[in-house]
C-alpha cells in the first residue's frame, strides 16, 4: 500500500483519492454503493463540491456512520464570505457531517487573501475557528494563481490538473508545493478521460511522493482498476514509459481538457465535449458518441456565434471557436465513413 502525506495538513491517505463529480450522474442507489465499496477496499479520501449538484448528498449517505474513518473534502464557488458561510452550512447538511477535513476555493479567478474585499478568505477562517473546517485549500486550472496561492502561505493545499500530459510549468508548481509543505491534488489525472492506460497513469504520479491523484469514478469497473493499485501499485517499466510517450506526442499542441470552465454556452454547444470530440472518439470510442442525439450536439455547432465568451474564459487559453470547428469538420468525415476510428 503507497501512502501519500497531504503537507502541512497532516493528512495521511492511500494514493488513491475518490473525485466524486462523477457519481452525480448515476443513481443514489448505485453511487452509495460505489463509494462504499471503494471505502471497504482502502480508499479514505473522498473530493466534492458544492457545484456538483447531488454529489455531497449521495456521499453523505454512504458516510453515515463512519465520518469519523474518512476524510472528506469539498468546494465552494462564493464570490463573498457570507455566500461561502450559506455554502458551507449546505454542504455540511449534504454531507451529514459537523465538519470538514479541507475545504477548497473551487477554481476562482484569482488568489483569496485577507483584506482583498471579498471577505472570503477570512469567512473561511472564522469557520475553521468554529470547527467546521479543519484546512483551507484552493483548488485551480490557471498556473498564475496557484503560483501566487503557493507563495501566499495562506493554504494548506492546492488541486491542479497534473498528469502525463502536463508540462514543466505544472512539475513546477508541484515541486512549489513540496517546498512549502502544501499538499497537492492532482485532478484529471486522466486528462478527462484522454489517457486510457490508468497504471500508466498512477505510475507516473507514484515518481512524486507528495501527490495525491483523485480519480474520478463512475463505474465499478473503473473503481475495480484502482481498487487493484492499492495491493499491487504499478511500477514504470519501459512498456509504460513507451505508452506514456506515445500518448505525449499523439496528444502534444492544444487540446480541450474538458474542463467545463467555458460553459454555459449563448447558443447552448456543450462545448467541454465538442471541443474535444475528434480525441475523444479515436482514444475511447463508444456507440454513443455516434448517436443522433450526438450528432444534434455536434451540429449545434453551426450555430456558434463567434463571441469569444469561452475562449475568453478557458483557462488553458485556446482558441475554442476553432477547436469547434476542427471538431466539427472532423466529426462529419467520421459519419460519412470518409474517416476510420476503429
Wanted: charged share 25%; net charge negative.
Amino acid at each position: 500500500m503507497k501512502n501519500v502525506r497531504l503537507g502541512k495538513t497532516g493528512i495521511i491517505t492511500d494514493k488513491n483519492g475518490f473525485g466524486a463529480l462523477p457519481i452525480q450522474r448515476i443513481s443514489v442507489e448505485e453511487a452509495v454503493k460505489l463509494v462504499k465499496k471503494a471505502y471497504n477496499a482502502g480508499f479514505t479520501f473522498f473530493d466534492t463540491a458544492r457545484a456538483y449538484t447531488d454529489s455531497e448528498i449521495k456521499l453523505g449517505e454512504a458516510f453515515d456512520g463512519i465520518r469519523d474513518r474518512v476524510f472528506i473534502a469539498s468546494k465552494t464557488q462564493a464570490q463573498n464570505g457570507e455566500d461561502l458561510k450559506k455554502d458551507l452550512d449546505t454542504t455540511l447538511k449534504n454531507l451529514r457531517c459537523e465538519y470538514l477535513d479541507l475545504y477548497q476555493f473551487h477554481n476562482p479567478a484569482f488568489c483569496p487573501k485577507p483584506g482583498d474585499g471579498t471577505g472570503l478568505y477570512e469567512a473561511a477562517e472564522e469557520a475553521k475557528k468554529a470547527g467546521k473546517i479543519r484546512h483551507i485549500g484552493i483548488t485551480n486550472h490557471r498556473l498564475a494563481v496557484a503560483k501566487e496561492a503557493i507563495e501566499s502561505g495562506l493554504y494548506e493545499t492546492l488541486q491542479f490538473p497534473f498528469s502525463y500530459l502536463s508540462g514543466e510549468q505544472e512539475i513546477e508548481l508541484v515541486n512549489m508545493c513540496k517546498e512549502a509543505d502544501m499538499g497537492f491534488i492532482a485532478m484529471k489525472a486522466l486528462a478527462g478521460g484522454l489517457i486510457n492506460n490508468s497504471a500508466a497513469a498512477y505510475a507516473f504520479l507514484d515518481r512524486f511522493d507528495n501527490v495525491l491523484p483523485i480519480w474520478g469514478v463512475q463505474r465499478e469497473s473503473e473503481l475495480d482498476e484502482f481498487i487493484s493499485y492499492i495491493g499491487n501499485p504499478p511500477v514504470m517499466t519501459d512498456e509504460l514509459s513507451a505508452v506514456i510517450e506515445k500518448d505525449r506526442q499523439e496528444l502534444s499542441g492544444e487540446f480541450c481538457r474538458g474542463c467545463g470552465y467555458c460553459m454555459p454556452c449563448p447558443v447552448g454547444i456543450e462545448i467541454n465535449n465538442c471541443a474535444r470530440m475528434s480525441l475523444m472518439i479515436r482514444r475511447a470510442p463508444s456507440e454513443a458518441q455516434l448517436t443522433p442525439e450526438m450528432q444534434a450536439k455536434m451540429k449545434k455547432i453551426e450555430d456558434c456565434l463567434h463571441c469569444g465568451q469561452c475562449k475568453e474564459k478557458c483557462p488553458y487559453g485556446l482558441d475554442t471557436p476553432t477547436l469547434l470547428e476542427k471538431n466539427y469538420e472532423d466529426y462529419k468525415r467520421i459519419l460519412a465513413g470518409e474517416v476510420s476510428v476503429k
